[in-house]
């Protein structure tokens, strides 16, 4: 299973930010498999920012569900984030995940790097 992340790598203040985790080995419809957003802010730690289920339900931090949104697109096996309203404290790596419920995360992209900056 492989997953890898894609998107702008600079992003401005106010803006959407907008990243795709392409999924291979794996579908996002199997069931109990969720696909999750997980970020790391420079020098701290994980935060989970939410995931989409294989029936396409989502779930949100609570802390950033008033910001963010998961989708999906099942033909490309692919799932989404927009964070919207973004300030330099969204300047993190991003990385997309994946989960079989009952789980731990076991299977990671490589992260990709978004700065939030004018």
């Known amino acids: 299973v492989q997953l890898q992340e894609s998107g702008p790598g600079l992003v401005k203040p106010s803006q959407t930010l907008s990243l795709t985790c392409t999924v291979s080995?794996?579908?996002?419809?199997?069931?109990?498999?969720?696909w999750n957003w997980i970020r790391q802010p420079p020098g701290k730690g994980l935060e989970w920012m939410g995931a989409?289920?294989?029936?396409?339900?989502?779930y949100y931090s609570p802390s950033l569900k008033s910001r963010t949104s998961i989708s999906r697109d099942t033909s490309k096996n692919q799932f989404t984030l927009q964070l919207s309203s973004v300030t330099p404290e969204d300047t993190a790596v991003y990385y997309c995940?994946?989960?079989?419920?009952?789980?731990?995360?076991?299977?990671w992209g490589q992260g990709t790097q978004v700065t939030v900056s004018s």
């Open positions: 080995g794996d579908s996002i419809t199997t069931n109990y498999r969720m």
């Open positions: 989409i289920a294989w029936s396409g339900s989502t």
């Open positions: 995940a994946r989960r079989v419920a009952g789980a731990q995360w076991d299977y």
